[in-house]
């Protein structure tokens, strides 16, 4: 049973939502915001350009970066930022903020398996083959079927 098709506009509107909202009180550092919204402008790239499977593998590369990013930002200024909360509108806007970010964390692994479809899709082809050749390694990575282009 294979993996729904799932709309590439779908998955960065749903992200951008969930960053945004995210966002709403600052708790979190400006490095997640960059780092989350420059990952979603290589989406919107990626939506433009329909044929281009380097936009998706950078999209798809971006959004693994920014999980383990989004781990070090929440684990590191949760506490911080908990700690000071006095209450009222203020702890319930942290509450709602602390939620959809970790959400969008949550929904990050699931996205890259659809965006990993739809990598494979467009021509993308990414398996680690190690071989030993005379006393060498071999390695290669997401390489495209087709030899066109590249460096």
């Known amino acids: 049973m294979g993996l729904p ?3 590439l506009k779908m998955i960065i509107t749903v992200h951008w939502l969930l960053t945004t909202w995210g966002c709403l009180y600052f708790w979190l550092p400006p490095p997640y915001i960059w780092s989350n919204y ?3 402008a290589i989406g919107v790239w990626a939506i433009a350009q329909r044929d281009s499977v380097d936009a998706l593998a950078m999209y798809l590369i971006g959004m693994v970066i920014t999980i383990l990013l989004d ?4 684990a590191v200024n949760y506490e911080r930022v908990a ?3 006095i209450g009222g509108t203020a702890r319930d806007q942290f509450r709602f903020s602390v939620g959809m970010a970790i959400l969008s964390l ?3 692994p699931v996205s890259c398996l659809f965006v990993y479809q739809m990598y494979k899709e467009r021509g993308g082809d990414c398996n680690l083959n190690i071989g030993k050749i005379s ?3 071999s390695l290669s990575l997401c390489s495209r079927e087709q030899g066109t282009g590249g460096s």
């Open 5 to 7: 098709v799932i709309n």
């Open 38 to 40: 420059a990952v979603l």
């Open 71 to 74: 781990i070090i930002h929440i």
């Open 83 to 85: 700690d000071i909360q």
């Open 106 to 108: 949550l929904l990050k």
């Open 135 to 137: 006393n060498q390694m």
